[in-house]
């Protein structure tokens, strides 16, 4: 009878100790490597979608302006009314970019910098970059365009699939503006372009310094994905290269329970 009591305290303890892991803050500063795998995602997503339709679904300033363009041209005269094919798959693209980072609410009750939800969190962007390959795997159509009044994706399918990527897309940038670091969203690179050029120690190269060096690795993964992804994009298609979009994703889900906790104050 002692035995199984023991037995049952020492699960009760695991158990305990698992959760208390779990939903410890991560030391956002010592997150430097998923962070990095967020912008390297950022620029292996986009290319997918750039290439088949000449539109970036992670970057929502420019399907914004687009459809505000696309207002205007009821106002020009030439009395066109039609709801161009570039107009609906950005409005598509804003809309569910916005119901992915509303989805970043359920991190602010479990706790935006905990292990749970960060975990948790990829994992929902890995399950939308699996919908989008499947959604694009059932397309028929091709997955690079020749030109840009000729999208290589036009039907539903391909409008799921955008979906899926924009909301995923969504999701990671919220999450990463939560961890509250150098790599901002990891979505929008501008003002990281922006505080590169103005970051006092720029050009100080004896020495590390995390405010220069952490937006530079941003930069240059994001470079990095969107040229691998275009790469593999030649070679598998659209659909194969989500599929590996989404093993990348699982990983970098797993990566997040290795980040060392935030040191509690004393």
């Known amino acids: 009878m002692s035995d ?4 049952e305290n020492n699960d009760s303890m695991s158990l305990t100790s698992l959760r208390k ?8 500063d010592k997150a430097s490597a998923p962070l990095t795998a967020y912008c390297f995602m950022t620029g292996f997503i986009n290319s997918v979608s750039f290439s088949a339709i000449f539109l970036w679904c992670a970057f929502q300033t ?22 161009h094919i570039a107009d609906k798959q950005a409005l598509c693209s804003l809309l569910t970019f916005l119901f992915g980072a509303s989805i970043g609410r359920m991190g602010d009750k ?3 910098k905990t292990r749970a939800w960060l975990v948790l969190g990829t994992l929902i962007q890995t399950v939308f970059t699996m919908a989008a390959a499947i959604a694009i795997w059932k397309n028929d159509q091709t997955s690079v365009a020749d030109v840009r009044d000729d999208p290589a994706w036009t039907n539903a399918l391909s409008f799921v699939c955008l979906g899926f990527m924009s909301a995923s ?16 969203t990891t979505v929008v690179l501008t003002t990281t372009w922006c505080e590169l050029m103005t970051d006092p120690q720029l050009f100080n190269i004896r020495r590390l ?37 989404a ?8 990566s997040w329970l290795f980040v060392p906790g935030k040191a509690a104050k004393r």
């Open 62 to 83: 420019g399907n914004t302006l687009q459809l505000g363009l696309a207002i205007a041209r009821l106002f020009d005269g030439q009395h066109d009314y039609s709801f």
């Open 169 to 184: 897309m969504g999701l990671q940038g919220i999450m990463g503006k939560r961890t509250n670091t150098q790599f901002t």
């Open 21 to 28: 892991y779990l939903f410890t803050d991560i030391d956002a």
């Open 4 to 7: 199984k009591q023991d037995l």
């Open 110 to 112: 479990i706790g935006c």
């Open 209 to 245: 310094v995390a405010s220069r060096d952490h937006k530079i690795l941003a930069i240059g993964f994001l470079f990095l994905g969107g040229f691998l992804g275009r790469a593999l994009l030649d070679r598998i298609g659209s659909a194969g290269t989500l599929g590996v979009g």
């Open 247 to 254: 093993g990348l994703r699982f990983i970098v889900s797993l």
